[in-house]
């Protein structure tokens, strides 16, 4: 049996992605145990507060990347898909949740938590789109 | 827009597999297409005419 193609986009992205989410996860343990919670801004604490956002900035270019590279366009444009369903689910809770914030006394949305959202929201998309026979 | 990539593959018993390959595409690209849920760019469109060496019309068809 022929092994089913596969763009190979994805092994690239794969090479990118789970570095940086590695280093993502490294860098909150070490900002969480370096840094007091009543810590001052200071160059050394804004630096090392600074890694896991470079991480994440290395996983969003490596999403984008994949979508540039891939060659089937099919796949490409799932993907894209995925992207923009995740984009919508990540907004509509941020703006819903900023108006709750505004107008009641609920808890306070973390602003770090966008990003880990808009991922949730492409599982959902991913799910979503096998379930539609994408 | 309709076409007749399933009755042309089946002609020359392929699978959607086999067309896949031919095209350099995943297999579900294929099924894509010839079920209707995605239209292909102008160049795959070129690549399917030229593999079956025919014209882009005579494959895809208006709706």
Do not use: H
């Amino acid at each position: 049996m022929r092994p089913a193609y596969r763009d190979p986009a994805y092994a690239r992205y794969l090479k990118r992605f789970i570095p940086a989410s590695v280093l993502y996860v490294g860098a909150i343990i070490l900002a969480s145990t370096l840094i007091p919670d009543d810590a001052k801004a200071s160059p050394l604490t804004i630096g090392i507060a600074l890694l896991p956002g470079m991480a994440c900035i290395t996983m969003i270019w490596a999403m984008a990347r994949l979508l540039v590279e891939m060659e089937d366009e099919y796949l490409r444009l799932i993907e894209i898909k995925k992207a923009l369903i995740a984009t919508g689910f990540a907004l509509a809770v941020a703006a819903t949740w900023g108006l709750l914030e505004l107008y009641t006394d609920v808890q306070k949305l973390p602003v770090f938590l966008i990003f880990p959202m808009w991922c949730g929201g492409l599982a959902i998309a991913q799910f979503w789109m096998k379930a539609r026979g994408a | 827009m309709k076409n007749r990539l399933k009755v042309l593959r089946a002609e020359r018993d392929w699978n959607q597999q086999d067309l896949a390959d031919a095209l350099g595409v995943s297999r579900q690209s294929v099924n894509a297409i010839e079920t209707g849920k995605y239209d292909p760019s102008l160049p795959l469109a070129f690549r399917i005419a030229d593999l079956f060496s025919l014209q882009i019309e005579d494959i895809f068809l208006r709706d």
